[in-house]
């Protein structure tokens, strides 16, 4: 069965950084899969924060995370990640990465998400 | 990009139906058929059971229908079942490589 585990969570200071994976198995980073990192905050709703293309070739992100956060993948690991720069207390969530059934059409797999808590 | 909007809560008996719905504009759910539906229950992940305004994933029950009219979109249970009981959210592509969700709907089985 297709699996996506996210590792890398943990409690940070604000102002500091932090790096999720996401490891995949039982699948390739190939056409047409597009990945994505969601975010939930606590008692929230779902917050879409990142895309990256199949072929790691284009990025894109919302807007309240553009220029501190950053999407990207190895394939020889078959792992994506999330860098997360300048962390903020509003950045408090769970992360969780999904895959693309091809691009902004649908997450049809998803990780089980790692809490990160940016706190004082 | 601002959130869908969806009732914040639905309810039916055993049996019932209930429908959710989920407002957009024509930039996103009105302008795209890639509008998606997930069933998140407390402490997991979201589980996609709906895309593509009315198609089903492998697995899921055709108790779970989704369709679409200009910039509002529908999720339709039918024959609740307890089990059915969690938060849903509905999705959508937004154009210019966002994506949007809505603002979720709790569903209680009475």
């Known amino acids: 069965q297709v699996q996506l585990v996210e590792s890398g969570g943990g409690v940070v200071q604000p102002g500091r950084s932090l790096r999720l994976s996401c490891a995949a198995s039982?699948?390739?980073?190939?056409?047409?899969?597009?990945m994505h990192w969601v975010r939930q905050a606590p008692g929230k709703g779902l917050e879409w924060m990142a895309v990256?293309?199949?072929?790691?070739?284009?990025?894109y992100y919302a807007d309240s995370v553009k220029g501190r956060f950053t999407i990207s993948t190895d394939k020889s690991k078959n792992t994506l990640y999330l860098q997360m720069n300048n962390l903020r207390v509003e950045d408090t969530a769970v992360y969780y990465c999904?895959?693309?059934?091809?691009?902004?059409?649908?997450?049809?797999?998803w990780g089980q998400g790692t809490m990160v808590t940016v706190s004082s | 990009q601002s959130a869908l909007t969806q009732p914040p809560a639905a309810s039916g008996s055993p049996g019932q139906s209930v429908t959710i719905s989920c407002t957009g504009t024509?930039?996103?759910?009105?302008?795209?058929?890639?509008v998606s539906w997930f069933q998140q229950n407390p402490g997991k992940a979201p589980k996609l059971i709906i895309y593509?305004?009315?198609k089903r994933p492998s697995g899921v029950p055709d108790r779970f229908s989704g369709s679409k009219s200009g910039n509002t979109a529908s999720l339709t249970v039918s024959g609740l079942q307890a089990d059915d009981e969690s938060d849903y959210y509905c999705?959508?592509?937004?154009?210019?490589?966002?994506?949007?969700f809505g603002t979720g709907t709790k569903v209680t089985v009475l």
């Open positions: 999904a895959r693309d059934l091809g691009y902004f059409d649908a997450f049809d797999v």
């Open positions: 039982r699948f390739t980073f190939s056409s047409p899969h597009a």
């Open positions: 990256i293309s199949y072929d790691g070739a284009n990025e």
């Open positions: 024509s930039s996103d759910v009105g302008g795209h058929n890639y």
């Open positions: 593509e305004v009315s």
């Open positions: 999705g959508s592509y937004a154009g210019s490589h966002n994506f949007v």
